[in-house]
């Protein structure tokens, strides 16, 4: 019985374990993208605005390889859930390297762990935060069409696979854009290797290819789109100005795969040389596409920004802890954070300070940045500046997309404004969407109510304290701009830390005395930053700040700060126990 037991068990083990390992990559690909990266899946997501209109769909299948981004942006839109999103993600992978099997199918089982390199290659280069899912989607629908072929020539006779070479590859590059030179370039090597006259093998491989390429110059005079993007795909990469090799690597590995596991001897000996040569190909791709791939920089910024995004401030406070900024954008979101729950002004120089574009950011003319930046604006009671910015950001767009956040702090922006005909056309944007469609019609609800606006926790608050001619400004006008923002709305706190830590990073103590005298009148905010200046400020001058505008706790500490200074000079490792201070900030 027990022998009976382990033959059984064995067996199950022998005739799944390909189905269990393909399950364990899923399972791989949904916790990386899931748990270590959702804020990646919520940046794909926020660039985009799919329409469930006719229109949408319609402008979508005018371009090559638009069902393939139309099928690509409705997945991308489920992002907005990222669990859903990573398992959209896992099940495209999945699916990519069971296909992959399936045209390695006269291949031996031992074979079977190369038939997951094309997908680890997809990993890897969509690691790179402008490769789009389009390209996932048409490399899926392209290996799909190959496996067709592969079908088809078991039954068909020989015109009905010469009728389907016809169809399928104009069809393919109409769905899935460029990438069907793969298609065409496997159907070419199938007819020279198992045709019984090579020669017209050969003619009919080249006829294909030809196609293939006549296929994409022919749409180049039926589509509005420069040639390039017509070779390296409409919605392949967010933008046009690259090189193409990392995305050449995985169809070239999936050919690769294909031929060899149908003409190459299923031996030992053959397939400990496959292996090797499958790793250097893999190796080869992963070096091609890392120096874009998984960027730690810009995914820490894409973090930060995701975290604004909810207003999860402790959030960012707690990674910023953690592992310190060092990037203004960063840095800016850190000291929006610290604003929000009123801590700025006692633990700004407890993180890195990227002076006063680590607190306003200069416009940039680079879309992520600009949503960033107006988010600070926004949040200032900026309102103008902050509609001015998304807008930007939105025209900024390589690929020419909307965006759902963009769409819906511009519809915001124009409630808070009264432009109620404006805001009403990006809410009936939003009202088109799977995830943004209880949004809107809610938000539609306000148009014209005056006292439902004014009433309301955000809009309302922004009302009050929103500028009406902050359309244009110069950079170094904005610490005069803080100011207009107190005077308008003595309660705005956020605007008070921002005036008071602007000349302080700008390393301007007159500036900040005279802010200070003003903020003193209408409120005793006076957190540690500000009497680490004030005593500074006195003692340049020889003097002691009047009793009760420094604890004694600053007082000693700066008395000890300023003789280890000195006697040890500003280069002194002991000054190390001071560096959350003013003062070491601007020694520094």
């Known amino acids: 019985m027990p022998t009976r037991m382990k033959k059984s068990n064995s067996t199950i083990i022998a005739k799944h374990w390909k189905g269990a390992l393909t399950l364990l990559f ?61 398992l959209i993600v896992a099940l495209l992978y999945m699916l990519l390297q069971r296909l992959t099997w399936r045209l390695m199918s006269r291949a031996t089982d031992t074979w079977y ?10 990993w890897i280069v969509m690691g790179d935060e402008s490769v789009m899912l389009t390209f996932a989607v048409s490399l ?85 789109y420069a040639p390039a993007w ?9 933008f046009i100005n690259i090189s193409a090799l990392p995305l050449i690597a995985i169809p070239a590995a999936i050919l690769i795969l294909a031929v060899a596991a149908r003409w190459l001897p299923q031996k030992t000996t053959t397939n400990i040389a496959i292996v090797g040569a499958e790793a250097l190909l893999i190796v080869g791709g992963f070096l091609l596409m890392k120096p874009q791939a998984f960027d730690s920089r810009k995914y820490d910024l894409m973090e930060y920004d995701f975290l604004v995004r909810l207003n999860r401030w402790d959030a960012i406070i707690e990674k910023a802890t953690k592992k310190q900024p060092d990037l203004p954008m960063s840095v800016s979101s850190v000291n929006l954070a610290l604003g929000m729950k009123g801590q700025l002004g006692d633990r700004a120089f407890h993180f890195f300070q990227h002076g006063t574009e680590g607190l306003l950011p200069a416009f940039q003319r680079n879309f992520t940045s600009d949503q960033l930046t107006g988010e600070i604006f926004f949040q200032l009671g900026l309102v103008n500046t902050a509609q001015r910015l998304a807008f930007e950001a939105m025209e900024e767009l390589p690929n020419y997309n909307k965006s759902c956040r963009v769409v819906k702090r511009l519809a915001e922006t124009n409630l808070i404004n009264g432009q109620y005909d404006v805001a009403r056309k990006y809410l009936k944007m939003l009202g088109n969407t799977f995830f943004y469609e209880k949004w809107a019609e809610r938000t539609e609800q306000l148009l014209g109510n005056e006292k439902a606006i004014n009433n309301h926790p955000l809009y309302g608050k922004m009302r009050r304290m929103r500028l009406t001619g902050d359309f244009l400004f110069s950079d170094r006008e904005l610490d005069k701009i803080l100011g207009q923002l107190l005077m308008r709305d003595n309660g705005n706190s956020l605007a008070m830390q921002y005036l008071l830590l602007y000349p302080l990073l700008e390393g301007d103590l007159d500036k900040f005395m005279n802010f200070m005298s003003y903020t003193q009148k209408i409120s005793n905010y006076n957190p540690q930053s500000c009497q680490e200046a004030i005593v500074l400020a006195y ?10 505008y420094v604890s004694a706790l600053v007082a000693d500490n700066f008395r000890n700060f300023y003789n280890t200074l000195r006697s040890s000079g500003k280069n002194s490792p002991q000054l190390n126990a001071y560096k959350n201070t003013v003062w070491y900030y601007l020694a520094k």
């Open 140 to 224: 899926i629908v392209t290996t799909a069409a190959m496996w067709l072929y592969d079908g088809m020539t078991l039954w068909a006779s020989r015109p009905v696979r010469l009728l389907f070479i016809l169809i399928a590859i104009p069809l393919t590059y109409w769905v899935a854009g460029p990438l069907v030179l793969m298609l065409a370039v496997y159907m070419a090597i199938r007819k020279t290797m198992h045709a019984r006259r090579p020669l017209t093998g050969v003619a009919i491989g080249a006829a294909a290819v030809i196609l293939a390429v006549a296929s994409i110059l022919v749409s180049a005079h039926v589509v509005n």
């Open 230 to 238: 017509l070779w390296k795909g409409i919605d392949y990469y967010r």
């Open 113 to 122: 762990p190369l038939s997951f390199i094309p997908a680890v290659m997809l």
């Open 26 to 86: 899923g399972l791989a690909v949904f916790l990386f993208w899931g748990v270590k990266y959702p804020y990646a899946l919520a940046y794909q997501e926020q660039w985009q605005l799919f329409q469930t209109t006719a229109a949408y769909l319609a402008e979508r299948l005018a371009q090559p390889g638009g069902a393939a981004r139309y099928a690509a942006e409705f997945l991308v839109q489920f992002y907005n859930a990222t669990t859903v999103g990573a």
């Open 539 to 548: 003692a340049q001058h020889n003097q002691q700040p009047p009793q009760g």
